[in-house]
C-alpha cells in the first residue's frame, strides 16, 4: 500500500490551474515576473527581492538534454535509468527521472509529469515524481 508522497515539499497530485491533470511542482514566483523551482525564501535569484511567493507550476515541458546512468552510488536506486533536464512550461528548469518507455529520449520531446511508486530508503511504498512522455 502506498503511504503518500517521497517529496510533498516539491510536488502535490494535484495539478495546476493551468494543468489539472498532472501532479503540479511546487515553484515560487517574485514580483518582478521571475518564476522558480523549488520554492524558497532567500530572495530572488534575478532582483534579490525577498517578496516571494508560492506557485504551482505545471507537469509540462521539453527535454533540454538527457543522460543514461548505468551504475549509481544510492544503495536504493536501481541502474539503468534516464535523467533529463526539462524546460518547464512556466520557466524553470528542472532536472529529474524520466519515464523509460524503451524508445530514445531526443532533445525537444514534449514530456508531462507523473507519479510512479517506489520504496524509500525504509522500504515504505511512496509516490515519486518522474516525467514521461507525452501521450
Not at 544503495?75 to 530514445?104: C, M, N, Q, W, Y
Not at 514534449?110 to 516525467?131: E, P, S
Amino acid at each position: 500500500m502506498t503511504t503518500g508522497l517521497l517529496k510533498p515539499a516539491l510536488y502535490r497530485e494535484a495539478g495546476s490551474d493551468a494543468d489539472p491533470a498532472h501532479p503540479a511542482l511546487l515553484g515560487g514566483a517574485c514580483g518582478c515576473g521571475h518564476v522558480f523551482f523549488p520554492m524558497q525564501n532567500f530572495g530572488c535569484e534575478r532582483c534579490g527581492r525577498t517578496d516571494l511567493s508560492p506557485r504551482a507550476l505545471t507537469g509540462r515541458g521539453r527535454l533540454l538534454a538527457s543522460a543514461r546512468v548505468h551504475l549509481h552510488a544510492g544503495k536504493h536506486r536501481h541502474a539503468p535509468f534516464t535523467v533529463g533536464s526539462i524546460a518547464l512550461e512556466d520557466g524553470p528548469i528542472v532536472r529529474t527521472i524520466l519515464v523509460d518507455d524503451g524508445v530514445p529520449f531526443q532533445a525537444g520531446d514534449a514530456l508531462t509529469a507523473t507519479l510512479v511508486d517506489v520504496h524509500d530508503a525504509d522500504g515504505n511504498l511512496r509516490r515519486d515524481l518522474r516525467f514521461q512522455r507525452e501521450a
